[in-house]
């Protein structure tokens, strides 16, 4: 029987939130939970990028981070950035509450948004992982 490969810890998020992560080596994922035991939809940014979302109360539970290794790469022109592709299928209902969830802490402390100018009237939102000193232990 294998053994799970598993690294936990917890912080204090800027804002005073208590974040735990756990990293699954095997798997090479993520897991920040913000809260615990609170019930909670998935809600996808990214193939690689989920957002656990308790639409009651619309704050985050957790952030899955698929493929946290390659996630986190660093290129020569600075972190890897990845297209935030999955708004759309946001229900819309949702969708202003996600967003303001993930550029908000204690979120936007491990996930910065930005966008991508594509034309002078179009913006696609990207996004990447910032590496906190913790997480780099993982």
């Given amino acids: 029987m294998n053994q799970l490969s598993l690294y936990k810890t917890q912080i204090t998020a800027t804002d005073g939130t ?6 699954d080596q095997e798997a090479d994922m993520l897991e920040i ?3 615990e035991n609170e019930p909670a939809t998935g809600i996808e940014l990214t193939d690689h990028i989920i957002l656990r979302f308790n639409r ?3 704050r985050a ?3 899955v981070l698929l ?3 390659i ?4 290129t020569e022109f600075g972190p890897r950035s990845y297209p935030v592709d999955k708004l759309d299928q946001i229900p819309e209902e949702w969708r202003e509450s996600v967003v303001r969830t993930v550029t908000s802490p204690p979120v936007n402390q491990f996930l910065k948004f930005s966008h991508f100018q594509a034309s002078p009237t179009v913006r696609r939102p990207v996004t990447y992982v ?4 913790l997480m780099a232990a993982a």
Avoid: D, K, M, N
């Fill in 18 to 23: 208590p974040v735990r992560l756990i990293y």
């Fill in 33 to 35: 939970f913000f809260a």
């Fill in 56 to 58: 009651q109360t619309r």
């Fill in 61 to 63: 539970v957790s952030l």
């Fill in 67 to 69: 493929h946290f290794s």
């Fill in 71 to 74: 996630l986190t790469e660093h």
């Fill in 130 to 133: 910032e590496l906190q000193p």
